[in-house]
């Protein structure tokens, strides 16, 4: 069983008893809050492991207590959920922005939530301010302003495409496997985007440009940054 603890902040009544059945059924313990104001108090108090924060909540609403959360060095690494039923892109990236480490939208499959979660408490703990600026050779990536920069000329990508690339620069060399990336990635439900992911690496490829070959395919495995890759353009 799980020792890993949540803090729900979602101010539905129905949706917060359904999660809170299901995530400690699989064996978290939960705390449901159901306003801003409550969530930034039990996050300083009780030091969860990850937050799912509803994006519409009264007093404080979601983008500011995700705002909060990574301003403040007590709560900064706490990994951040965000549920919503805003499903726009843009809103996805206003989150990202925030420093949500994934974004998941109403309605939703309980399932595929659960998986989700999985992956967040997988990965290691988010990173300080201070590791929220990347970069190898030209390419350097801003993951609080959602900025990329390619020999010093912005480039813009998809919240996923940004997630990928983001991998693949804090782990240079590391081989990800389809699943790996996936649960790094965001946008759609775990299934789908897994389907899709080879898709989105071809994107990403095409806008790195001359950087592209250093984003590399393992064959029966998946992908991996080799940082010594040539830059020339390949057919």
Known sequence: M????????EDDPAISEILQHNLEREGYEVIP??????ALHRARSWS????????????????????????????QEIRVLMLTAK????????????????????PFRVKPLMERVKAQLRRPAA???????VAHGGIEMNRIDHVVTLDGQE???????????????????????????????RGEDANSLERTIDVHIRSLRKKLGDYA?????????????RPNATTAVTS
């Open 33 to 38: 809050v159901a306003d801003g104001q409550s």
């Open 48 to 75: 969860p492991d990850l937050l799912i924060l509803d994006l519409m909540i009264p007093v404080i609403d979601g983008l500011e207590v995700c705002r909060q959360l990574r301003s403040d060095p007590r709560t």
């Open 155 to 185: 480039v813009l990508l998809t919240p996923t495409e940004f997630r990928l690339l983001w991998t693949f620069l804090r782990q240079q060399g590391r081989t990800f496997s389809r699943h790996e990336l996936m649960d790094c990635s």
């Open 87 to 106: 499903g726009e892109e843009t809103d996805e990236v206003v989150g990202f922005n925030m420093g949500a480490d994934d974004y998941v939208t109403k």
């Open 127 to 133: 990173t300080s301010a201070k590791g929220d600026i």
């Open 213 to 225: 070959p250093c984003v590399e395919t393992v064959r029966g495995i998946g992908y991996r940054f």
């Open 2 to 9: 799980s020792n890993s603890r949540i803090l729900l902040v």
